[in-house]
């Protein structure tokens, strides 16, 4: 019962803390739509993703049955994930100025629509999708993804 | 022993839902415009490369050969990506409204594009549009700071007026720091004054 106690406790507190913790580290983007079950995951905590929460390099973001997500990055790349998919962000690096640009997603599971953005069109080479069976470089623009 | 039963079953349940091969499946769409892109599809086997609309690949592990590019029907795409294809969201768009010099006034071309930017807010169901002010380098830093936050207040404010909500609005200045065409200082340059809005 006390483990019980303590676990929620420190559940809540890692939920209390989120906000805080979000806002430290630069954000890379926001989440347009948001149905269903949708969580995002990073070193500190597991957090709800709401509409126009953002996010950073990275999170891991996942998606429960019946839900959807959609993320738009500052670069204007669109990835939206269907139900049950997790993806992780590994690198994201959009600065054109200083040619700092990389975009490396890791696809674990799920359903994907992918839109490519302004790091595709000025460092093709810098963008990758891995996935657990092969890796996906991107030069433009539109296509769908599932991991199964 | 039917409970024994039950738990080899779901045990050879559990064994098949993980033995089974893993496999990524790849389809190139058009964008909403028509354009198709290109896609490389690469593992410990070699690389293929995607280019045509509709063209479909499915690798089924790191060291298996992608299945050779096949262009498959809109009815097998929706089987497995209706569910994702209905949520997709879109791309943001950027407009780029001018101003006349020293002003928050916008030039006559950039105020005719104002329609075009509300319908776009509306089409893609917008919550969150970046106003960003700029300016060109004539005066000092600090003036362009000012100028470039009121012209992007301006905008943001006929866009309020037109019915979109302020707080969906993100509104932020750049003054003479960023501009469009580099210059040297004191330099006035049409195409630094401006306000970029950004329908996300």
Known sequence: ?148 | MPKRIYLLIIGIGLLVISCCPQNTKVVLIPEPGGNVGRLTVTNETGTVEMNRAGEAIVVSDQKSAPSPPEIISAAEINADFAQVLAVEVSQPEHFVLYFKSQSTELTAESEARLPELLETISRNKSQDVSVIGHSDSTGDYQYNLALSKRRAIAVSGLLIRQGVPASIIQISSHGEKNPLVKTADNVSEPKNRRVEVVVR
């Open chain 1, 1 to 148: 019962m006390r483990m019980c106690c303590s676990l929620f406790f420190s559940f809540y507190l890692l939920v209390q803390m989120s906000p805080a913790a979000l806002a430290q580290t630069p954000f890379i983007g926001i989440f347009k739509s948001v149905s269903g079950e949708v969580v995002l995951i990073n070193s500190q905590n597991t957090v709800k993703v709401l509409p126009n929460m953002k996010f950073a390099q990275g999170d891991t973001i996942r998606t429960g049955s019946d839900s959807s997500v959609g993320l738009i990055f500052v670069d204007d790349t669109v990835i939206s994930l269907g139900s049950n998919s997790e993806m992780e962000i590994q690198s994201f690096l959009f600065n054109p100025v200083e040619k700092d640009l990389s975009f490396v997603t890791r696809l674990l599971r799920g359903t994907f629509s992918f839109i490519s953005g302004q790091i595709a069109k000025l460092a093709p080479r810098e963008v990758q999708l891995k996935t657990p069976d092969a890796t996906l470089g991107v030069r433009g623009t539109r296509f769908l993804v599932k991991v199964d």
